[in-house]
């Protein structure tokens, strides 16, 4: 299997996807952004869709799109009272956007069923380079700004109280976010990025209660759904991100049982 | 030292306290509060000095959570100012709220939670210093033993002492408690503020308490804030006797 270079490349890409999916989703589960992370990747798809009507790459337009809505959406929904519909509707627009973008790139059914499920043979050498500078740079980010945004992810008021400037810093996160949708789209795809940003780190908040270990944990179990999937999908020539998404419920359903488990005793 | 004999009593007519000392943390003048159209407060004026201990007391929606957010800076005073001494950048205040956004499932343990106020350094992870500071506070607010328990999974008590944990950590000179004790029975009411008593005796900190609980403001105060309709009533703590308070509920 490792023999063939797209999958070296799918391993290289899938392992970076991980780890930056690891690291970003413990402060998405934590800041409550799990439905913005769904509204990401449906903006993420009429990137890719507008990257291919522009003659871009799909990365390109993904990255421009995740970007600038990722601030919009961030700053529309402070609100909690109007968060929903204030998501549901950017939801609803980039979806409508990336269908049109897509009919209009006369591109056919293959290249939209790419954007949205993701492709192991679409990984080449140049995508898993573009993968580890994004990775690099959302970890380096990420990184500078460790300690104020665990303060302000674990616990806002607190952090308000000890001067954390809240807006930049939720802005400075939510790019991160943008360029991270951008990454982990390139295997699971822009429907199914929510997976890997998500289910890894709320399920490894019910096993470790540090954030270096919840870290830690929801990059293992991000690695173990991708790696798995892959070579799944490799052996069965089923969709890696139908594999991703199964491995990853299971986890977090297990971390529920061992939840119950340990709080009852 | 602060000392209450130096504290002047002033009400909403009269004069800011001119007898600055360098015991003199915080000086609120003349400081007013609408929302639209609607006045919450006005002309408050008063000082506080290290060592002190002032409850705000009055019913509920009379402003006092508002005057807090603004001493807090959260919240721009439509009137007034509040000046700290010698500067905003050099007196650190610790804020303990009634709530957080704390559910049973958060994740993090009695001292991640604590150590999240140490936020000044870039490395991921705490040097020898922060370690031996964060499990001195623990110590000292009787959370060792459960240290590593989800956050979560604590009783209200303890919630609280956390609360206050993180808040002490960065040893504060202005220490906020609004509504702290609220929640709690009547055995951690006392066990909490015993300790900060303990933490004031130590550094002498000026304390905020906000409450609506007498026992504790006459066990543990030195002076009071009674917020009301009308002018407000400002004195040491021998002074709030029941004529004060039928006075304000008059």
Known sequence: ?265 | MASNETHQKIDSNGQPDSQLTEDTIMTVDKLGMKFGQKTVFQGLTFTLKRGEFLSVLGENGIGKTTLIRILLQQLRPTAGEVSFLPSRSQVTIGYVPQFRNVDTEYPLTVKDFVGLALHDHLTPWWSKHEKQRLNQVLHETDLTRIAHIPLGRVSGGELQKAYLAQALIRQPQLLILDESTASLDNNMKFELLDLVKQYQQHTQAAVIFVTHDLPLTKKYSTNFLLMQPGPYQLGTIDQLNETVLEAAHA
């Open chain 1, 1 to 265: 299997m490792l023999n063939y270079p797209f999958m070296q490349n799918a391993f290289a890409a899938g392992t970076l996807i991980a780890i930056v999916s690891g690291i970003v989703g413990v402060f998405v589960v934590a800041r409550n952004m799990s439905f913005l992370t769904h509204t990401l990747s449906e903006i993420g798809f009429a990137g890719a869709a507008f990257g291919l009507f522009v003659g871009w790459t799909p990365l390109a337009g993904m990255l421009l799109f995740t970007s600038v809505s990722s601030v919009a959406v961030g700053q529309l929904s402070s609100k909690a009272s109007r968060r929903e519909a204030a998501i549901t509707s950017i939801s609803a627009l980039a979806i409508g956007l990336g269908i049109l973008f897509l009919s209009l790139s006369n591109q056919n059914a293959s290249s939209a069923t790419n954007i949205l499920f993701g492709s192991v043979i679409g990984i080449s050498r140049t995508s898993v380079l573009q993968v580890a500078i994004l990775a690099l740079a959302v970890i380096v980010v990420i990184m500078a700004v460790y300690r104020s945004l665990k303060f302000d992810s674990f616990d806002a008021v607190g952090a308000r109280v000890a001067g954390i400037h809240g807006t930049t810093l939720a802005i400075i996160f939510l790019v991160a976010l943008a360029f991270s949708v951008s990454v982990a789209a390139q295997i699971v795809g822009s429907l199914l990025i929510f997976i890997l940003l998500t289910l890894p780190a709320s399920a490894a908040k019910y096993f470790a209660h540090g954030v270096g270990s919840m870290i830690g944990l929801a990059i293992l179990f991000a690695l173990i759904g991708v790696w798995l999937g892959l070579a799944l999908s490799y052996w069965t020539n089923w969709p890696v991100s139908f594999f991703i998404a199964v491995i990853e419920v299971l986890f977090y359903f297990i971390g529920l049982i061992f939840n119950r488990f340990t709080a009852r005793n």
